[in-house]
């Protein structure tokens, strides 16, 4: 019997995704489970383990309360799922503004415990020095500039980035500074067109956006929202399903036949089998 085993598809890679710059638009959606993550991996380039996994699926109020452990968690589920698509995770809030070592430390275990393809983490003033410092360690960084999710506490509030020259100019800078430190890809939240293509066009690696218009090399959603799982959902997203009216229709089924005897039917009971004829 021949020892050869099956082939196994090519995982897309970090310089995959770079080379596209320029290049035929990244799809990324977020992924937080392993059946989810199976059914989105023919479609995506890349599935984002996102910190949104604390508001999308946790019920947290923001990401800030989302734990090292919680990402390592879901993202363990994504790479069980996924074949194809290069998995990045999300480096939550505190694993990695201590300093670089330990954003390494972590990073490092969140690479082990998952098997994933790159990490995330927001690109604040210290971002680039930790980003270079992970990168020249063999670790794959996406960066995250414009609104950041876990400066909620110091924003006050979830709102498009940009709108004045200064705020323009040190988003512009962070880009710069994340694209030019190391990381392979960057995504834009919640800025004006306008920024973004000045963004996208003036760096050399891809430019992944939500909420930051078509001129990016790339889009990203939180998979709820885009499947309608939710009542509200921001400006920039566009529902592609409506899985939350799908899923009360389902669930009022199944409570109205289990109170009216319909379910379990014959045809879903077990029953004993015959003793054999003598």
């Known amino acids: 019997m021949s020892s050869q085993t099956q082939p196994t598809l090519k995982r897309t890679t970090a310089p995959d ?7 035929e638009p990244i799809v ?10 199976a059914i989105m991996d023919p479609h995506c380039d890349v599935l984002l383990v996102g910190d949104s996994v604390g508001m999308a699926v946790h019920g947290m109020t923001s990401t800030v309360g989302v734990t090292l452990e919680m990402m390592i968690l879901h993202g363990q589920a994504v790479m069980r ?3 194809r698509a290069m998995v990045v995770i999300d480096m939550p809030f505190g694993s990695y503004e201590a300093g670089m070592e330990t954003a390494y430390a972590n990073a490092v275990r ?4 998952t098997g994933a393809q790159a990490i995330k983490l927001e690109s604040g003033p210290t971002a680039p020095a930790t980003i270079e ?3 020249q360690r063999g670790i794959p960084v996406m960066g995250h500039v414009g609104l950041l999710p876990q400066s909620i506490n110091i924003d006050g509030s979830f709102k498009a980035k940009g709108r ?6 040190r988003i512009l800078q962070s880009a710069h500074d994340t694209a030019n430190a190391g990381a392979f890809s960057v995504v834009i939240e919640g800025v004006a067109e306008s920024l973004a293509r000045e963004i996208t066009e003036a760096i050399d690696k891809p430019t ?12 990203v959603l939180v998979t709820p929202d885009m ?7 921001p400006k920039f997203v566009r529902k592609y399903a409506d899985l939350r009216g799908e899923i009360d229709r389902a669930v009022a089924g199944y409570a109205a036949d289990v109170r009216a005897r319909r379910f379990p039917a014959e045809v879903e009971t077990y029953f004993s089998k015959k003793p054999a004829s003598p």
């Open 133 to 135: 410092y992970l990168v």
């Open 227 to 233: 499947l309608g799982l939710f009542d509200w959902t």
């Open 28 to 37: 990324v959606l977020t992924a937080y489970d392993a059946p989810t993550a």
């Open 17 to 23: 995704i770079r080379a596209r710059k320029g290049g």
């Open 81 to 83: 799922g996924a074949k």
């Open 164 to 169: 004045d020259e200064a705020e323009r100019a």
């Open 110 to 113: 969140v690479m082990k415990e």
């Open 208 to 219: 992944i956006g939500i909420g930051a218009s078509a001129a990016c090399d790339g889009q």
